[in-house]
C-alpha cells in the first residue's frame, strides 16, 4: 500500500495564478482531510470529507475549494494564489472509527510569490 | 471548537533521560480520542500513542506513555530512555466524535535531545 500519496512536493506560484494539489488514498478511508501548516503552527483544518460527495468547511476554508467524486481522491484547488496561502499543505485519511488515526500524506510546500 | 495547547514550544532532553511534553485541551465533549504525533525534518505525520477518554489506564507504547487526567484535561507524554531519532516536533490532537470526527492540533513541542 502506497498509504497517502500528495503531488507535486514543491511548488511556486505567481499571485492570482490557480493549481490543484493532488491527494490519493488507497487505504479505502472514509475520511480525509485537508491542513495547513504555517510555520512554528500547528495544523489548521481547511477542508475535510466524510465520504465521496460530501464535503464540509474547516477552519479556514477561504481561498480554497474541494471536491471528492471518489474514495480515493481529494484534490484541493486554490483559485486565485495570494502570499497568505504560502505554506505547508497535507492531506490525511482516516476511518469512521473514534479511535483511527490520521494517515497523512507527506506534504507539499507551496510559496506565493 | 475544540482548542488543544501546548505550552511548550521547546524542550531539549538528554541522550537516555526522560522528557514530558504538556498538552491540555478544553472540551464539553466526555467521549472522545487524544493522539501524539510526532513529525520529524522529513515532515512525515507518525503516530506514536493514542487514547481513549473513557479508559483510566493510560495508554503505553515502548518507551512511550502518557499521563491522562480526564477532569484535569491534560494529556501529558513521557518519552523514556531518549533517543537522537527522537528528535522531532511533537503534536497533541484531539478527536471529537461529534463535529464530523474532526481533529484539532495543538501548536506543538520541538523536542531536541542532546547525545
Known amino acids: 500500500n502506497a498509504g497517502v500519496t500528495q503531488t507535486p512536493k514543491f511548488r511556486i506560484l505567481k499571485i492570482g495564478q490557480s493549481m490543484t494539489l493532488q491527494c490519493t488514498q488507497d487505504?479505502?478511508?472514509?475520511?480525509m482531510y485537508w491542513y495547513r501548516q504555517d510555520p512554528g503552527m500547528g495544523l489548521k483544518l481547511i477542508y475535510y470529507?466524510?465520504?465521496?460527495?460530501?464535503?464540509d468547511k474547516g477552519e479556514v476554508p477561504n481561498g480554497y475549494n474541494v471536491s471528492r467524486s471518489t474514495t480515493e481522491d481529494f484534490p484541493l484547488r486554490l483559485e486565485l494564489a495570494a502570499p497568505s496561502q504560502t505554506s505547508v499543505y497535507f492531506c490525511?485519511?482516516?476511518?469512521?472509527?473514534?479511535?483511527?488515526?490520521?494517515?497523512f500524506g507527506p506534504g507539499t510546500r507551496l510559496t506565493v510569490l | 471548537a475544540q482548542t488543544v495547547t501546548q505550552s511548550q514550544p521547546e524542550m531539549s532532553v538528554q541522550e537516555a533521560e526522560t522528557v514530558t511534553l504538556s498538552c491540555t485541551y478544553d472540551t464539553s465533549e466526555s467521549d472522545y480520542y487524544l493522539f501524539w504525533y510526532k513529525q520529524p525534518p522529513s515532515r512525515q505525520m507518525i503516530l506514536v500513542i493514542r487514547?481513549?477518554?473513557?479508559?483510566?489506564q493510560n495508554a503505553t507504547e515502548n518507551r512511550f506513555s502518557v499521563n491522562f487526567q480526564k477532569a484535569a484535561k491534560s494529556f501529558s507524554l513521557k518519552i523514556s530512555d531518549s533517543q537522537l531519532g527522537d528528535a522531532a516536533m511533537y503534536f497533541c490532537?484531539?478527536?471529537?466524535?461529534?463535529?464530523?470526527?474532526?481533529?484539532?492540533f495543538g501548536t506543538g513541542t520541538s523536542l531536541t535531545v542532546i547525545p
Open positions: 490525511a485519511s482516516g476511518g469512521r472509527e473514534r479511535w483511527n488515526e490520521q494517515f
Open positions: 490532537a484531539y478527536r471529537s466524535p461529534n463535529t464530523g470526527n474532526q481533529f484539532y
Open positions: 487505504m479505502n478511508h472514509n475520511y
Open positions: 470529507s466524510v465520504g465521496a460527495g460530501i464535503t
Open positions: 487514547q481513549e477518554a473513557y479508559k483510566q
